[in-house]
């Protein structure tokens, strides 16, 4: 059997631990080591779920952002190529570096679609679609949060 | 890297043919911008200065090092305290282009050691160095702009209403320019935050930006100079109280802030603290997201820029989804309670 990625980074994490920091007295090396560390904690914590969330998260923005598009007319070339790419990724067996740059698109559509939701604010259909969209916004950033939280509280550098 | 030779030679161009750098210091932590600590030999006696660069690819913050040193030569001739600022040179061959400035060392630390000890007099001691800081503060917040020459520079708000939403807008173009990810929660966050945008400033201030602990050189609990002004801009002296790195909380905030009034001569609406205290929190995206350009570009590809610019900026995004929507009271309590990190500067020694 395999050692997976998270074992094998825990594991250089355990040797920095157990010998390299005790023997380091440096200001500028004992940041760069807080900051390896600190990289090493946030793959472990993403690298097992990334591809599985994204692939759930930019499925739920084709059924979100199809609404949307539907709902208030909103013709914008992001939403455009997001829409257009984001059946073939999903469903076959996708990269996870192509669900990134799938994600980001659809990011970048939600972005274009909140400015659009605000500039027609008090219209029931925008507003409806706003909420929509906020509900989605909250739901991603429970997703990422545990590649965030708490890795990244702390010392900053 | 610049090596001490070099370093001399350059001293020598601008000082005269005397001057000789006998050591120098990269000061810790000095990510956004390259500080070091540089000492000569002047024909027997010695001098020391603070030569200050910007990192390699650019600072994190996206304002021009030329913006710091013209607010910090303006502020020289006044009562507010500040290291002598002695040149700038925009493209030295030294840093292969990078903008320099050099001011003259002052005499002190950013370090107050003891002051989280235990007991009263320790309490106390942190309540002087608190008062102490809202004086200076007062007397920064209280310049005349315009008999000063701030006006010429600095983008000025239309009134003292105008002061939060003049910086709200500022921060959204900053924020379309720099940001390398769509951040849409944050431009949500940006929406709900301008719903709440305080109109109450008692003037238009200049105001510090980062200020409080681990910011300023302090000398016998008081404070020589106040340093680091890349943030500096016009607004609400309130804002300058959101981004006091611990020093609401070194003292009583209640006597700290009437003292500050006090020698201010005008009130700080608290609420609006409240409100600055999470502005800040949406500021910290596109400031700190401005360091990771030169990461993804390769011109700097350093771990502190990409856990500067990347993984805290991500953090900040995870607190504004604590936060919007909430009435504001709210949201800066969650801030506080944020900010209780035992890795805060204040809380370094705990």
Redesign the interface.
Known sequence: MMPTSQQMLAAVQLALQEHVAPKIDDQWAQSALRSVEVILNHLQARVPVEGAMLHEDSRELVVLLTAARDRLSHDDPALATFLAEAPDLIDGYARVDALQALNHKGREAVDALLHACHARKGEAVADAVHADLRAWLLKHADRESGFFFPTYVGRPV | MIDQQSLSDYFAAHMGGDVRVTRFKRT??G?SRETFLVWTDEGGSEGSYVFRTDALGGPICPVPLDYEYRIIKGLYPTAVPVAEPLWFDPAPALTEGRPVMVRRMVDGSNDLPGLYDEGAQAAARRQRVALDHAEKLATLHALDLEATGFTAFVDMPASAADCALFDFNRWQTIFRDVRT?????V??AA?WLKEHLPTTAPRISLCKGNNGMGEEIWKDDRIVALSDWELAFAGDPAQDWALSQGMLTLGDADVTLRHYEDVAGFAIDRSSLDFYRVWEVWKAVPTLNNGLRPFLSGENPR??R???GF??V??F??LL?MM??KPIDEAAHIVAE?RK???RPENAAN
Do not use: H, M
Not at chain 2, 181 to 185: C, G, M, R, S, V
């Open positions: 810790f932590p990510i990810d769509p951040f849409p929660l431009t949500e929406y771990v502190p990409l856990n500067l993984g805290r991500k953090l995004e995870q989804a919007i929507g944020w990190s035992p890795y």
